[in-house]
Structures are given as structure tokens and as C-alpha cells.
């Protein structure tokens, strides 16, 4: 089994600044792809940023130069740097692996319960 665990989610004000975390636990053979989604009240659930294991990152057009995804992957954790943020990014913020738990495996993706970010005006 595979757990994914964040954290970082809270109350900020416009402009202020988060971190949010993502811990992948358990039967891991190898981590692929990694993502941050979110998914805002009455509106369907959105990329907002990815990075493979490459290191290569892909960003949505309403976060670029203010969000900055990375991983470790020596501890199979994967951030997310929000800065300068804005009330249109509080949604429940999800994160998605693809990974394969042992060698001969194919992927399989997992889904984290999803943290809170709330940005007031």
C-alpha cells in the first residue's frame, strides 16, 4: 500500500506566501510523475503544476512565476512554493503520483486527501 500524506494548507493573506508537502509512503519501487491539483468550490479539479522524475516541470498559465514545484526524491517528497498568492487560488489543493511499487509492476497513480488553502482579501 502507498500512502500520501500533506501538509502546509492554511489561511494567508493576498500576497503572503505557502509551502505545501507531499510524502509518498509505503511500497514504492520508483516515483514518475508528480502533480499538484486543485479544485476550487463549484469548479472541476485543475492541474495547477507537474514534475517528472527528470526533474522537467510544466506549469498552469495562472500560476506561472508565483508557484514553484520540486521533489526530493530521496525522500519521496514532492513541494510546492505559492508566493504572492491571490484569492482566486483558495481551493482544496490534491496531490497525484504515478508510481510503481515493485520492478515488474506497471504505474499505478494515487491521490492525497487534499489540503486547504484559503487566501483572503
Known amino acids: 500500500q502507498v500512502q500520501l500524506v500533506e501538509s502546509g494548507g492554511g489561511l494567508v493573506q493576498t500576497g503572503g506566501s505557502l509551502r505545501l508537502s507531499c510524502a509518498a509512503s509505503?511500497?514504492?519501487?520508483?516515483?514518475?510523475?508528480m502533480a499538484w491539483y486543485r479544485q476550487a468550490p463549484g469548479k472541476e479539479r485543475e492541474l495547477v503544476a507537474g514534475?517528472?522524475?527528470?526533474?522537467?516541470?510544466n506549469y498552469a498559465d495562472s500560476v506561472k512565476g508565483r508557484f514553484t514545484i520540486s521533489r526530493d526524491n530521496s525522500k519521496n517528497t514532492m513541494y510546492l512554493q505559492m508566493n504572492t498568492l491571490k484569492p482566486e487560488d483558495t481551493a482544496v489543493y490534491y496531490c497525484?503520483?504515478?508510481?510503481?511499487?515493485?520492478?515488474?509492476?506497471?504505474?499505478?497513480?494515487?491521490w492525497g486527501q487534499g489540503t486547504q488553502v484559503t487566501v483572503s482579501s
Open positions: 497525484h503520483v504515478l508510481l510503481s511499487p515493485s520492478m515488474s509492476s506497471p504505474l499505478y497513480e494515487y
Open positions: 509505503g511500497s514504492i519501487f520508483s516515483l514518475n510523475a
Open positions: 514534475i517528472l522524475s527528470s526533474g522537467s516541470t
